[in-house]
């Protein structure tokens, strides 16, 4: 089975400051994962995906298989960082396990004060 | 270009009582999902259809059908509404293939209430 922790419920930290959301991961197979954030009022988006090693509004995120984990980093949060964050890993669903999907972590609420 | 829409926006339904939640998508994607959100628990996979014309159960489906009605639209019915069942729906989208597979769009929820 595959299963998505992250640790944090809430997380604050001042503007400027660096912060990490933790993302633990169970995956028996070479995982995908992503971040997709949901700031107030909108949409859940697509923030990055580790495939892509890119970095989105100054958010990067390292995938380390021998730690099970994806967290997310950004050296200097904004205000407007502020948002509730979900790791996400892409796993194999249904009875023949062909078809891939999501599974979400519980989320962090991330509060970056000025 | 919409993206993903869902109506209604918010419901209120007695024990017992039965609704149909809408999705639509205008991007032409092949696969799309349905999902509820409750607190502490993140997004939880009720049903997913990967292209037109199937359809098959996420992490909890019990309580609920789908029907992919065309490539646009995924519906999802709760035939006798239980208070467990008090959650915000999210439907999505994705291509379904090729580098995009997991990017999903998503629509902007329904706040479902069961009393």
């Known amino acids: 089975a595959q299963r998505v922790t992250q640790p944090e419920k809430l997380l604050s930290v001042f503007k400027g400051a660096p912060v990490e959301l933790k993302c633990n991961y169970s995956?028996?197979?070479?995982?995908?994962l992503f971040w997709y954030v949901q700031y107030s009022r909108q949409r859940l988006q697509l923030l990055l995906r580790h495939i892509s090693r890119e970095s989105i509004k100054g958010f990067t995120a390292d995938l380390n298989k021998g730690e099970t984990s994806f967290h997310l980093k950004k050296p200097f949060a904004q205000e407007e960082d502020s948002a509730m964050y979900y790791c996400?890993?892409?796993?194999?669903?249904?009875?023949?396990?062909?078809?891939?999907?999501?599974?979400f972590g519980s989320g962090t609420q991330l509060t970056v004060l000025p | 270009n919409a993206g993903v829409t869902q109506t209604p926006k918010f419901q209120v339904l007695k024990t017992g009582q039965s609704m149909t939640l809408q999705c639509a998508q205008d991007?032409?994607?092949?696969?799309m999902y349905w999902y509820r959100q409750d607190p502490g628990m993140g997004l939880r996979l009720i049903y997913y259809?990967?292209?037109?014309?199937?359809?098959d159960k996420g992490e909890v489906p019990n309580g609920y059908n789908v029907s992919r009605l065309n490539k646009r639209e995924f519906s999802l019915r709760l035939e006798s509404a239980a208070p467990s069942q008090t959650s915000v729906y999210f439907c999505?989208?994705?291509?379904?293939?090729?580098?995009?597979?997991?990017?999903?769009?998503f629509g902007p929820g329904t706040r479902l209430t069961v009393l």
């Open positions: 999505a989208s994705s291509e379904g293939r090729g580098p995009a597979y997991n990017e999903q769009f």
């Open positions: 996400a890993l892409s796993g194999r669903w249904g009875s023949s396990g062909s078809a891939r999907q999501l599974t």
């Open positions: 991007m032409n994607h092949n696969s």
């Open positions: 995956y028996s197979g070479s995982p995908e």
């Open positions: 259809s990967a292209s037109e014309g199937t359809t």
